[in-house]
């Protein structure tokens, strides 16, 4: 069953491909003013110096180092980490270790999370009818079940800041200083760190897996309670324990071959002309690639959920339509 899930999952996702456009648009479009303001900055502090002719041609790193050192707000995310496969691992560190964002970037994060929230409750509708439902059967579904979905969020942006508040916290502050205190093997205080990583990143898989059926539950059985749904999905995970995490692991699998992928074809740092933009072109197809994978996520695991308590019957079966329906036949006869 995790293996037709995970195929179904696929199939479902593209014979979508309305949704995948237009999430792939509304990602792209996101911090485009952000982007303005950015550049803006740029080029004031350039302005027509021969530092602006050096960097024209490439790198300029001597420039760089003094323009972060002057640069506040959405300027001093302009840093060498946005290179390449650099960006993805220092997004990885800032989870894994907790670090905060700096109010721009902090607030684009939660706008572009609260368009999810709202276009959720249409994807996971979608997926699940395995039919066209056109645009107002989408957004239909997704007002329908924003504030359900919305409160739902609420519940776990709280579970997930409590584990970073109080667990990641005691494992790394608390626990891991008393267990390396005394310790004269740096190899040693790094395998704790790597326990801790791998134990603390497990709590959150296990929380990401409990939401995202929540959302399913929610939005497929047309639950009005975030707590009821909640429960369900902890029911629902427990006794399916074996075929939920085969699936993530599938998933995930997916994933790490797609970040192996990047890490070896990500573009480097300078390049004009035509290899910038090839660098460019390849940086949206890494982005395109991961926003397919999150949605193969939603939809294999709606899948799954569907065969798992048979309600791919009454969920996915396309309503009767003039003149396709047995009733036109009946009529006609």
């Given at each position: 069953m995790?293996?037709?899930?995970?195929?179904?999952?696929?199939?479902?996702?593209?014979?979508?491909?309305?949704?995948v456009a237009g999430v792939?648009?509304?990602?792209?479009?996101?911090?485009?003013?952000?982007?303005?303001?950015?550049?803006?900055?740029?080029?004031?502090?350039?302005?027509?110096?021969?530092?602006?002719?050096?960097?024209?041609?490439?790198?300029h790193y001597d420039w760089w180092q003094e323009f972060m050192s002057q640069a506040s707000g959405i300027a001093s995310t302009?840093?060498?980490?946005?290179?390449?496969?650099?960006?993805?691992?220092?997004?990885?560190?800032?989870?894994?270790?907790?670090?905060?964002?700096?109010?721009?970037?902090?607030?684009?994060?939660?706008?572009?999370?609260?368009l999810w929230v709202f276009l959720s409750g249409g994807i996971i509708d979608r997926y699940a009818r395995q039919r066209p439902t056109r645009a107002y059967g989408?957004?239909?579904?997704?007002?329908?079940?924003?504030?359900?979905?919305?409160?739902?969020?609420?519940?776990?942006?709280?579970?997930?800041?409590?584990?970073?508040?109080?667990?990641?916290?005691?494992l790394f502050d608390e626990a891991y200083g008393r267990l390396t205190r005394d310790l004269s093997v740096e190899r040693t205080a790094f395998m704790w760190r790597v326990m801790f990583y791998a134990l603390f990143g497990a709590l959150l898989v296990a929380v990401?897996?409990?939401?995202?059926?929540?959302?399913?539950?929610?939005v497929v059985e047309d639950r009005y309670s975030a707590l009821g749904a909640l429960r369900a999905a902890v029911a629902f995970v427990l006794r399916h324990t074996d075929r939920v995490m085969a699936l993530y692991a599938a998933n995930a699998f997916v994933f790490a071959l797609l970040i192996a992928v990047w890490a070896l074809a990500a573009p480097g740092a300078g390049g004009t002309g035509w290899t910038m933009w090839i660098a460019f072109a390849s940086s949206q197809l890494y982005l395109l690639a991961r926003l397919v994978l999150k949605l193969q996520f939603m939809a294999s695991q709606t899948s799954l959920f569907q065969a798992s308590l048979a309600h791919a019957g009454y969920t996915a079966a396309p309503p009767p339509v003039w003149p396709e329906s047995p009733a036109a036949e009946a009529i006609g006869t």
């Open positions: 995790t293996r037709s899930a995970w195929l179904d999952g696929w199939r479902r996702v593209f014979r979508a491909p309305a949704i792939f648009v509304i990602t792209l479009a996101a911090p485009v003013p952000f982007a303005l303001v950015l550049g803006r900055a740029i080029e004031t502090h350039l302005g027509r110096s021969l530092a602006a002719d050096a960097a024209a041609d490439g790198v302009f840093t060498p980490a946005v290179i390449g496969f650099a960006s993805t691992l220092d997004h990885l560190s800032r989870v894994l270790d907790g670090s905060g964002e700096i109010f721009p970037i902090a607030a684009l994060v939660a706008g572009y999370l609260l989408f957004f239909g579904a997704a007002g329908a079940c924003f504030w359900r979905l919305l409160r739902l969020g609420l519940i776990a942006a709280l579970i997930y800041g409590l584990l970073f508040m109080y667990v990641h916290r005691w990401n897996i409990t939401f995202d059926y929540a959302r399913i539950r929610l």
